[in-house]
């Protein structure tokens, strides 16, 4: 079977809860550092106390002009600036601009500004700012994004719930081995919910916690026995998508090999997980990078912190034969970042395979299986080689990609 380790990622751009660039992250990561509490935006409250973790301030770089700012979504602010730091790692200003692609991962993302504006003009329908009939469409992020960086190759958005992430990392990949473009850059788009949508989750059983309603610092556990249910968490991330003979040309050291990968569907609308679904796409990715389940030293899993959801995971882990291989939970510490979650935890596998560092799983003091390799309070020292990330969402998407670090 053809073997597609030329695809590498060359730059990545991360701005979250926890810290804004590669080096504040990846620390915080380390040192298992959170920021959960009672959220207070405006717009995620409405006489709740729904707990998640927030971005506390963003530094933007001089070349986003402050009319750009002023007319953007908190969404699309914070693609520009993750994207602005993955672009000058990779050196995307030395290539011909169409040749360069853009995917942003997830839909309808931008609910709570669009609720502020609602609540805004409502008495005042008529003075309703023009600008909203462009940026209340995620669409706008492309726009915003292509025009301040020049990229002219194609762009579009992709939704695929808390999928979104990574399955535009798969379509940004196939981009580049159809030859449409050279280089693509992926964002995992920020998804900014309101008290509508955190609601609506807690009505569903998927966000938690009534356990820890008075301990946030405690809610977010992700395969521990008493989770009750996902933690939100903003958060962006980027990366850049290439081959090695195009990076290669600029001299930019790449971060890891695309081994393999593969979306399998359940054929289901419900946010129920699918067993084999999840076996089937991380078997299907195994295949396509060549590799038997020994050879994988690290799996980082989607880990949303749902009874079932946790359950079904690890026993299609287990049964693919990857029980073997370091396990952590990425948002234990960073919280659930829906249509950002794919991307956010490739790059938390990158920077930990560079690091040659395990990051800690906080809150996992009676793990739902304690069969399994995992990194439970502290984090461990080790060389991971090949790993595996998973990233599943609502309505039958599954996900897997595999990496190989370089």
């Given at each position: 079977m053809k073997n597609y380790n030329n695809i590498i990622i060359s730059g990545i751009g991360i701005t979250s809860s926890i810290g804004q660039g590669k080096k504040a992250f990846t620390?915080?990561?380390?040192?298992?550092?959170?920021?959960?509490?009672?959220?207070?935006?405006p717009g995620r409250q409405n006489g709740t106390s729904f707990i998640g973790a927030e971005i506390d301030e963003i530094t933007y770089p001089d070349s986003i002009s402050k009319k750009v700012l002023r007319t953007a979504s908190f969404s699309a602010k914070t693609a520009m600036v993750t994207l602005d730091e993955a672009w000058k790692e990779a050196k995307l200003d030395d290539c011909d601009s169409s040749r360069i692609g853009l995917v942003v991962g997830g839909s309808n993302i931008q609910q709570r500004?669009?609720?502020?504006?609602h609540e805004k003009y409502k008495n005042r329908f008529g003075f309703i700012s023009p600008t909203y009939g462009l940026s209340f469409m995620d669409s706008d992020i492309c726009g915003l994004c292509t025009e301040h960086f020049g990229i002219k190759g194609m762009s579009y958005t992709l939704g695929g719930a808390s999928a979104s992430g990574q399955a535009a990392i798969i379509q940004g990949l196939q981009s580049i081995l159809s030859g449409q473009i050279d280089v693509c850059i992926v964002i995992g788009a920020l998804m900014d919910l309101s008290?509508?949508?955190?609601?609506?989750?807690?009505?569903?059983?998927?966000?938690?916690?009534?356990?820890y309603a008075d301990e946030p610092e405690k809610a977010c556990r992700p395969f521990d026995e008493n989770h009750d249910g996902f933690i939100y968490g903003e958060a962006c991330g980027a990366v850049v998508i290439e081959r090695v003979d195009t990076a290669s040309k600029r001299k930019v050291e790449p971060y890891a090999q695309l081994l393999g990968w593969s979306t399998v569907l359940d054929g289901n609308r419900n946010p129920n997980p699918s067993y084999e679904g999840e076996l089937s796409t991380i078997k299907k990715t195994m295949e396509k990078a060549n590799l038997e389940p020994h050879e994988v030293d690290y799996v980082n899993p989607h880990g949303s912190g749902s009874k079932i959801g946790?359950?079904?995971?690890?026993?299609a882990i287990c049964d693919s034969g990857l029980s073997h291989a370091y396990l952590n939970a990425t948002k234990s510490i960073t919280g659930h970042g829906l249509s950002s979650a794919g991307t956010i935890e490739l790059i938390a596998t990158m920077l930990q395979m560079k690091e040659g560092k395990l990051h800690p799983t906080i809150n996992l003091d009676n793990p739902i299986n304690t069969s399994l390799n995992w990194v439970k309070s502290k984090p461990v020292s080790y060389e991971a080689k090949t790993a595996i990330n998973i990233s599943i969402?609502?309505?039958g998407i599954n996900t897997a990609i595999c990496l190989r670090k370089i």
């Amino acid at each position: 079977m053809k073997n597609y380790n030329n695809i590498i990622i060359s730059g990545i751009g991360i701005t979250s809860s926890i810290g804004q660039g590669k080096k504040a992250f990846t620390q915080a990561l380390m040192e298992g550092r959170h920021r959960f509490d009672i959220m207070k935006r405006p717009g995620r409250q409405n006489g709740t106390s729904f707990i998640g973790a927030e971005i506390d301030e963003i530094t933007y770089p001089d070349s986003i002009s402050k009319k750009v700012l002023r007319t953007a979504s908190f969404s699309a602010k914070t693609a520009m600036v993750t994207l602005d730091e993955a672009w000058k790692e990779a050196k995307l200003d030395d290539c011909d601009s169409s040749r360069i692609g853009l995917v942003v991962g997830g839909s309808n993302i931008q609910q709570r500004e669009q609720l502020l504006i609602h609540e805004k003009y409502k008495n005042r329908f008529g003075f309703i700012s023009p600008t909203y009939g462009l940026s209340f469409m995620d669409s706008d992020i492309c726009g915003l994004c292509t025009e301040h960086f020049g990229i002219k190759g194609m762009s579009y958005t992709l939704g695929g719930a808390s999928a979104s992430g990574q399955a535009a990392i798969i379509q940004g990949l196939q981009s580049i081995l159809s030859g449409q473009i050279d280089v693509c850059i992926v964002i995992g788009a920020l998804m900014d919910l309101s008290y509508w949508e955190c609601q609506a989750f807690r009505s569903l059983g998927a966000m938690g916690s009534d356990a820890y309603a008075d301990e946030p610092e405690k809610a977010c556990r992700p395969f521990d026995e008493n989770h009750d249910g996902f933690i939100y968490g903003e958060a962006c991330g980027a990366v850049v998508i290439e081959r090695v003979d195009t990076a290669s040309k600029r001299k930019v050291e790449p971060y890891a090999q695309l081994l393999g990968w593969s979306t399998v569907l359940d054929g289901n609308r419900n946010p129920n997980p699918s067993y084999e679904g999840e076996l089937s796409t991380i078997k299907k990715t195994m295949e396509k990078a060549n590799l038997e389940p020994h050879e994988v030293d690290y799996v980082n899993p989607h880990g949303s912190g749902s009874k079932i959801g946790d359950e079904t995971e690890l026993k299609a882990i287990c049964d693919s034969g990857l029980s073997h291989a370091y396990l952590n939970a990425t948002k234990s510490i960073t919280g659930h970042g829906l249509s950002s979650a794919g991307t956010i935890e490739l790059i938390a596998t990158m920077l930990q395979m560079k690091e040659g560092k395990l990051h800690p799983t906080i809150n996992l003091d009676n793990p739902i299986n304690t069969s399994l390799n995992w990194v439970k309070s502290k984090p461990v020292s080790y060389e991971a080689k090949t790993a595996i990330n998973i990233s599943i969402g609502f309505g039958g998407i599954n996900t897997a990609i595999c990496l190989r670090k370089i």
